[in-house]
């Protein structure tokens, strides 16, 4: 991980730092219920959630939220409920006008000029989102922010810019822009996790280094098909996969990429034909 942070001091933690004054937590209201977390194991925290006061205050039960925890917070030793669905912040600003910062950053600039949710309070889509900035957007992300403490592959990482940048207003949410580059990026990345966990499910993980960079090209060239055919959503490509690794030599027959290129049915549609042809149970015409 740290190789792929270039512009980010990177320090490995077997386990959680010490909580002091500077850290909050930042933890996803999508993933879990935030504020009872907080209210179980915190008597007199400080919480805010990201999307109060804003435009997007009509899903504020799926907000992220900012806390600041008690001295005597329990939430630091009670780590496992939360670290894969948050991050931990390091901040010297008072928690009014980081959450203004942060506020600013809840949805960013696509290169069409729309808007897209930045979902940087999950450990994943921070790191995506760190190793694909420049040194000067990494600054300008952080603002107030001196570090991030994210949880990955059991073991913790405080990630530092080199500099901090300027503390935005909750009204300037946009002014972040994420560039094509990026976006092309995070796509590989995506079509590479998709195919090793194809790999895993279909048995590649265990399997010598030659037959296993066999089989991942094997499956990528079936996922490229797949695409082709229009079972470009994740549950749709898994049930090709499936078919083709069952069927390898009746899955290319005239009868089945027939079956599989009727765009008049929908995705779902033609794969039950083809697994009704796969497996004999075809009706008659």
């Not at 939360?82 to 809840?106: C, F, K, Y």
């Amino acid at each position: 991980m740290p190789e792929q942070l270039s512009h980010l001091r990177c320090v490995r933690y077997g386990e959680l730092p010490a909580a002091d004054d500077g850290l909050y937590l930042l933890l996803d209201g999508a993933l879990l219920n935030a504020p009872r977390l907080v209210y179980e194991h915190d008597s007199n925290p400080q919480l805010e959630q990201l999307y109060r006061g804003t435009r997007h205050a009509s899903a504020l039960g799926v907000s992220p939220c900012l806390v600041k925890p008690s001295i005597d917070s329990q939430l630091w030793t009670e780590e496992h409920r939360w670290n894969t669905s948050g991050i931990v912040i390091r901040s010297e600003l008072p928690m009014a006008q980081l959450i203004d910062h942060l506020r600013s950053l809840i949805s960013a600039r696509l290169p069409s000029g729309q808007l897209a949710y930045l979902r940087y309070y999950s450990p994943e889509w921070l790191l995506r989102l760190l190793s694909s900035f420049t040194a000067t957007e990494v600054s300008a992300f952080a603002g107030p922010v001196s570090a991030w403490v994210v949880f990955r592959e059991n073991e913790w990482f405080e990630l530092a810019p080199d500099c901090t940048g300027d503390c935005r207003s909750a009204s300037e949410e946009g002014w972040f822009t994420i560039r094509s580059a990026q976006l092309e990026q995070w796509e590989q990345e995506q079509r590479e996790q998709f195919l090793e966990r194809m790999a895993d499910h279909f048995g590649g993980a265990s399997i010598d280094e030659q037959e296993g960079l066999q089989r991942r090209e094997w499956l990528s060239q079936l996922i490229m098909r797949a695409n082709e055919y229009g079972f470009d959503r994740e549950h749709l490509c898994i049930h090709y996969l499936e078919l083709a690794w069952a069927f390898p030599d009746q899955i290319s027959s005239a009868s089945i990429i027939s079956s599989l290129t009727d765009r008049t049915q929908a995705g779902a549609a033609r794969l039950r034909r083809v697994e009704e042809q796969l497996f004999g149970l075809a009706r008659e015409a």
